[in-house]
C-alpha cells in the first residue's frame, strides 16, 4: 500500500528490479486484478512491471457511492504517484480505455517521464466528449446486461463480473481467463460497488487538440470488434500521435486482448520498449 495524493494505492510489482518499467493501468471498475497473472508473469521475465489498483478498486481507497472524491486528472496524476513511491523516474506506460485515457494526460503533462506509450482499447482525447465524428458505441451490444447480484454472495458477484465481460470482449471472451480475473478481485476488493464511481467522475478538460504534442514513441492496440471505441477510433488515436503505430487484433473486443493473441502482444511490447525502432 502506498500513499498518494490523499489515497492509499494497492501496488503490485513483479520481475527483475534492474529492468525497465512496465506501469500498467487498466479501465474504468478495474482493479489490478484485470491483468491477467499469466499475461504479468510473461512479461515479467523481461520487464519490471508495476499494476495497481484505482481509486475504489480493489484494496485502494473508496469513495460513498455516486460521490467520487477525484477526477480523471486525478487518476492521471496518480500514475506518477505510483512511480514516486516505487522510486522510479520514468517508466513505459501501458493504459486500456480509461487507463489509456490517463496515460495519454501524462505524456502530455510530463514527457520526460514517459519513455513510450501503449494505448489499447482507447478514444483519442477524454472518453465520451472528443469523438462527436467517430462512431458511437454499439448500444445493441448491451441491451441483455446480467442483472444486480446480491455483492454479499462471493458466487453471485463472480458470476456476474464474469458475464459481465463477454458483450465487451466478443470473440475475445474466455470464461476460465475472466473467471480467474473475478475470483480474485471479489477477494480483495474493500467494496466491490465502488468501482461504479469510475462511469461518474469528472473528465476535466479535454485534450483531443493537443494528441499532435505527444513526442513519445506510442503504440495503439484495439480490438477489431470493439464495440465501445469501434475501430475508427484506434485509427483516429493512431493518426493523430505522431509517429503512432496500430496493432488491431482480429476477432476481439473491449479490453486485453484473448490469450491467442498474447505471442503478438508480447512480442511488440518487447519491441516497444525496447529503444529500438521497428
Not at 512479461?43 to 480523471?72: C, E, H, K, M, N
Not at 461518474?200 to 487538440?209: A, E, K, L, N, S
Not at 509517429?243 to 519491441?271: F, K, M, N, Q, T
Request: glycine share 10%.
Amino acid at each position: 500500500m502506498v500513499d498518494v495524493s490523499g489515497a492509499s494505492l494497492c501496488v503490485d510489482a513483479s520481475g527483475p528490479p534492474d529492468a525497465p518499467v512496465l506501469l500498467l493501468a487498466h479501465g474504468a471498475a478495474c482493479s489490478l486484478d484485470a491483468w491477467p497473472d499469466e499475461l504479468v508473469d510473461w512479461l515479467a521475465q523481461d520487464r519490471r512491471v508495476i499494476r495497481f489498483d484505482w481509486r475504489d478498486t480493489g484494496r485502494s481507497t473508496t469513495w460513498p457511492l455516486g460521490r467520487p472524491g477525484y477526477g480523471l486528472p486525478d487518476l492521471a496524476a496518480d500514475l506518477f504517484g505510483v512511480l514516486d513511491a516505487e522510486g522510479v523516474a520514468s517508466a513505459h506506460l501501458v493504459g486500456l480505455s480509461m487507463g489509456g485515457a490517463a496515460a495519454q494526460l501524462a505524456a502530455l503533462w510530463h514527457p520526460e517521464r514517459v519513455l513510450t506509450l501503449t494505448l489499447m482499447s482507447c478514444t483519442p482525447g477524454a472518453p465520451g466528449r472528443e469523438a462527436g465524428d467517430l462512431p458511437g458505441p454499439d448500444q445493441a451490444a448491451f441491451s441483455s446486461a446480467p442483472p444486480e447480484p446480491d455483492w454479499s454472495d462471493p458466487a453471485e458477484a463472480v458470476a456476474y463480473l464474469v458475464e459481465s465481460e463477454r458483450a465487451y470482449l466478443r470473440g475475445g471472451f474466455e470464461v476460465d481467463v475472466q473467471r480467474a480475473v473475478a475470483e480474485r478481485a471479489v477477494a480483495r476488493s474493500t467494496d466491490l460497488r465502488a468501482r461504479t464511481n469510475h462511469y461518474v467522475v469528472d473528465g476535466g478538460p479535454g485534450w483531443r487538440d493537443r494528441l499532435g504534442g505527444i513526442d513519445v514513441p506510442t503504440l495503439v492496440v484495439h480490438g477489431a470488434d470493439d464495440p465501445v471505441f469501434p475501430l475508427p477510433h484506434a485509427r483516429a488515436l493512431a493518426a493523430e500521435i505522431p509517429g503512432a503505430s496500430l496493432l488491431v487484433v482480429p476477432d476481439a473486443g473491449h479490453g486485453v486482448p484473448p490469450r491467442r493473441a498474447w505471442p503478438v502482444l508480447v512480442d511488440r511490447l518487447l519491441e516497444h520498449t525496447s529503444g529500438r525502432r521497428p
